[in-house]
């Protein structure tokens, strides 16, 4: 994977992973009180984990500094939110938005945030 990329590769596998698997198989639906939220909510999640790894694999690639604090990523992923959720449904008429949607990208921002600092403390040895 290379010191380039960082966790951001296999973290974006992994999420596309499971996204995969909610997507096209029942597995996580159909556990009983958390169903609705794996069928409804699960996929923006991983989809804020996904796009931030791409963004910063974007960013690696053109010599660019990552995003690797919380504040500029719970912006970006605020500012996608309100734009998928708020925008998108004035938009597109196929479209249609949940706020509850916002509350899964800003987790998987926290989630994406909370990775990375782990893999990054990991690798420089002071993991405590």
Not at 96 to 105: E, F, H, V
Request: overall charge positive; proline content about 6%.
């Amino acid at each position: 994977m290379g010191r380039k990329f960082g966790p951001d590769l296999p973290i974006a596998l992994i999420a596309l992973a499971l996204y995969g698997i909610n997507r096209f198989t029942a597995c996580f639906s159909s556990l009983a009180w958390v169903g609705p939220v794996f069928r409804f909510h699960f996929n923006d999640y991983l989809g804020a984990i996904v796009f931030l790894c791409y963004v910063n694999i974007l960013f690696a690639s053109c010599r660019r500094p990552k995003l690797v604090k919380l504040p500029p990523l719970m912006a970006l992923g605020g500012l996608c939110s309100l734009f998928w959720e708020g925008l998108a449904p004035r938009v597109f008429p196929r479209s249609t938005g949940d706020w509850l949607d916002c509350a899964a990208y800003l987790l998987g921002c926290v989630t994406y945030w909370a990775l990375v600092r782990t893999f990054n403390q990991k690798t420089r040895g002071n993991f405590t």
